[in-house]
């Protein structure tokens, strides 16, 4: 069993959030903040077993803002 999952989240341009994990092959997405973290708990949930599931998910949010100068 891994200690920790760690998600990348960014702000989906069509509005809500996209999530992918690093080194799973998984990813969600949801309209709301509180929809996406629900959505990444059932993805752990239905990606492993019960005994190799993750005791912690980290969600690393990404933002990408450019300022003009």
Same mark, same amino acid.
């Given at each position: 069993?891994?200690?920790?999952?760690?998600? *990348?989240?960014?702000?989906?341009?069509?509005?809500?959030?996209?999530?992918?994990? *690093?080194?799973?092959?998984?990813?969600?997405?949801?309209?709301?903040? &509180? &929809? *996406?973290?629900?959505?990444?708990? &059932?993805?752990?949930?239905?990606?492993?077993?019960?005994? &190799?599931?993750?005791?912690?998910?980290? *969600?690393?949010?990404?933002?990408?803002?450019?300022?003009?100068?």
């Amino acid at each position: 069993m891994s200690k920790e999952i760690i998600f *990348l989240i960014e702000e989906a341009e069509e509005g809500g959030y996209v999530a992918r994990a *690093l080194g799973h092959s998984i990813f969600t997405e949801a309209e709301t903040w &509180d &929809d *996406l973290k629900e959505a990444v708990l &059932d993805a752990v949930r239905c990606h492993f077993e019960e005994q &190799d599931k993750p005791a912690m998910i980290r *969600l690393h949010v990404v933002r990408d803002e450019v300022l003009a100068t």
